[in-house]
């Protein structure tokens, strides 16, 4: 089973060389410290910055340099800063190659839930609904269960949506499943995790075809 930073370190390997990606708030961030060596990318935030690096050591934090969910980011050489309008082009214009997001249901259609829970206070929306209207690929990043240990990958969301059928790849703590007309089709396991665990913890379709493989980290 992964924790968080594992996700993120699984989810890195999807990253190429010369990607435009844009990080979502919550595990997504944390991507951007597990980019394979070699591979060339600019990590976009929505609030205006393109070139941001892994997130700085203690003590060495610049509480001017942010990120969407106000954690304070690095910035590599060749950064830039611009307004959220320019930002916001830059996303519908269909210029960011992956979008990496946190969720709170996704659905076996791709539909995707991050924003909102009814009667809970939330400070908006941010950038999600653009991100999912104008990405071709997205992958979420999430826990495979809530703290009540229900399924967070649903036949069908319950939540307010963000997007619908948009979700390419899920990684969770359990596995990396890609969403498919038919379900989730699983693509690999966690360490240590069985596919009989995986069936129990997925509440929507789940394909299952042949040897499922450990995951490489």
């Known amino acids: ?16 060389n010369g990607y435009y990606v844009n990080l979502g708030i919550g595990i997504p961030t944390l ?9 060339d990318v600019e990590f976009q935030s929505e609030n205006g910055v393109l070139g941001m690096g892994p997130f700085p050591y203690e003590g060495e934090e610049d509480a001017d340099l942010i990120n969407a969910g106000k954690q304070t980011v690095t910035t590599l050489p ?5 307004d959220s309008a320019t930002s916001f082009g830059m996303i519908r214009g269909q210029h960011v ?18 924003w909102k829970i009814p009667g809970k206070m939330v400070k908006g929306m941010g950038g999600a ?3 999912v209207a104008s990405a071709d690929n997205i992958i979420v990043a999430m826990m495979h269960t809530n703290k009540a240990g229900q399924s967070k990958l649903l036949k069908k969301c319950t939540l307010p949506l963000t ?5 390419k790849k899920i ?11 038919q379900g989730f ?12 665990e995986i069936k129990g913890a997925t509440e929507g379709r789940l394909i299952v075809e042949g040897d499922i493989p450990e995951m490489q980290l």
């Open 1 to 16: 089973m992964l924790d968080k930073n594992g996700i993120a370190k699984r989810i890195a390997r999807e990253v190429k």
């Open 31 to 39: 991507v951007a410290n597990f980019v394979p060596e070699g591979v």
């Open 78 to 82: 060749g950064a830039s800063f611009f």
């Open 97 to 114: 190659h992956l979008t990496i997001l946190g969720a709170m249901e996704v659905a076996d259609n791709g539909d995707i839930a991050n």
């Open 129 to 131: 609904m653009d991100l």
């Open 163 to 167: 997007g619908v059928n948009c979700v």
């Open 171 to 181: 990684v969770t703590n359990l596995a990396v499943l890609e969403v498919t007309g």
């Open 185 to 196: 089709k699983l693509l690999e396991r966690a360490p240590g995790v069985s596919v009989e």
